[in-house]
């Protein structure tokens, strides 16, 4: 049997990586999605929350979360440390030090991105490993929140798009007598004005964590900035 954390050395570290077996990784974080979806539907909270310590310390949640974060298109960006997870050696080191109780969240790397009405968005980029954390926490998050969220609403949805969001207003104004009108709204600093009390309130997550992600800073020209309210728009959790 191959150990994750002691490599046999006559096998290399990336020849490891390669033979895991994705799909029976994949299978053991959905069986224990479905328990927090069927739990959370029952409305047994301490059951569900339950599940997702489970999940999060689950070596399949932790190689999916280093593999989803390695693999997207940020897997390039450092952050305030300019470490990547760019070899296997860093995979495994990883993967020793997810979820630990020790952990403690770096600051976020601010840059700024165009916007189409020539203003600049900031954005929040989170350490490597933070995002790992990170996306690891979200594989428990995602069956709460499909569960109760509201069957109308398309944005940051997974298998969810703008089409359907699109195919969801025909729908609603094709038939005789549906609504002669269309209202768009825009929040305006939305992400940058959420309350961190009601995230702290209403987030079923690992309460630690969360505070850190909220309250972690960012720099900016080596400069420190305590971030007080709103959430990061860069890491893999969003509001």
Known sequence: MISFYDVDGRMGLK????LLDWGKHIQIVSRIQARI??????GLK????G??????NSLAAKLIAIKRVISNSGKRTPGVDNILIDTP??????????????YKAKPLKRIYIPKKNGKKRPLGIPAMHDRVEQALDLLGLDPVSESTADPHSYGFRKVR?????????????RRKGSAD????????????H????????????????????LKCGYLEKRTFNQTNEGTPQGGLCKA
């Open 161 to 173: 798009s703008a089409q359907d969001a699109m195919g969801a207003i025909y729908n609603a104004l």
């Open 194 to 213: 959420i309350g961190h009390r009601w995230l702290d309130e209403n987030i079923p997550m690992n309460k630690k964590k969360l505070q850190q992600w």
């Open 89 to 102: 050696r860093k995979r495994w080191e990883t993967l020793k030090n997810l979820n630990l109780p020790e």
């Open 15 to 18: 020849n490891v990586w390669d």
């Open 46 to 49: 301490q059951t569900a929350r």
């Open 37 to 42: 979806v069927k739990a959370v539907k029952n």
């Open 51 to 56: 599940l997702q310590r489970l999940l999060s």
């Open 181 to 192: 009108w269309i209202l768009e709204a825009d929040i305006k600093g939305c992400f940058d």
